[in-house]
């Protein structure tokens, strides 16, 4: 199941892979499956095709959006193959919303326009000041980044109905053990 509570599409992409330092899991298992995400993300209204190459070119910027937010959140470069991988995706053209005759309008593009769209969405956020508002969750485990948007700047969580919900549980039931020790 896909969650869509990072703030900005390309940190949402990045979290496509849940808990990377333990339990790894990825979801986007088949090709149909970045083209279900984005129709999910409100990107196009249809679903797309998408190849076995277009999934792996998906996955490679993924993980190099990934690394480029972090390696910035640690306040080192990123790495000179995922400079490479994010620019020469966010020159091709993007998704690109179309007005009809009849007052709709509909977005639609292809896997690559998808692509081109997220590296265009990270460097959006790379040079916005509000770049200094992706945290990482603090919940355990959870390895997705979020952009702070509270008034306060101070969520800890990726999502409350993702991690904050849990986060606040397991602290109740820590201060009832500790309130009641058996
Ligand atoms: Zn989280």
């Known amino acids: 199941m896909f969650?869509?509570?990072s703030?900005?599409?390309c940190l949402d992409f990045a979290g496509t892979v849940k808990h990377r330092d333990s339990t790894r899991e990825e979801l986007l298992t088949q090709p149909e499956r970045l083209s279900d995400w984005a129709v999910q993300a409100g990107l196009?209204?249809?679903p797309i095709d998408v190849t076995d190459a277009d999934l792996a070119a998906a996955i490679a910027l993924r993980e190099a959006i990934y690394r480029t937010?972090?390696?910035r959140l640690d306040g080192r470069g990123p790495r000179p193959a995922d400079v490479t991988v994010i620019n020469e995706w966010a020159v091709r053209?993007?998704?690109t919303p179309r007005l009809h005759r009849s007052g709709s309008v509909s977005r639609e593009?292809?896997?690559a326009q998808l692509l081109a769209s997220l590296a265009a969405d990270l460097l959006?956020?790379?040079t916005a000041a509000e770049f200094e508002n992706v945290k990482r969750c603090?919940?355990?485990g959870c390895t997705r980044l979020y952009l702070d948007s509270s008034r306060a700047k101070n969520r800890h969580w990726c999502g409350m109905s993702t991690c904050g919900n849990r986060a606040k549980v397991q602290a109740f039931r820590a201060r009832q053990r500790a309130a009641h020790p058996t």
Do not use: E
């Open 93 to 95: 053209p993007r998704l």
């Open 69 to 71: 937010v972090i390696a």
């Open 3 to 5: 969650v869509y509570v």
């Open 109 to 111: 593009g292809s896997a």
């Open 124 to 126: 959006d956020l790379l």
């Open 138 to 140: 603090a919940h355990a």
């Open 44 to 46: 196009v209204d249809r």
């Open 7 to 9: 703030g900005r599409r």
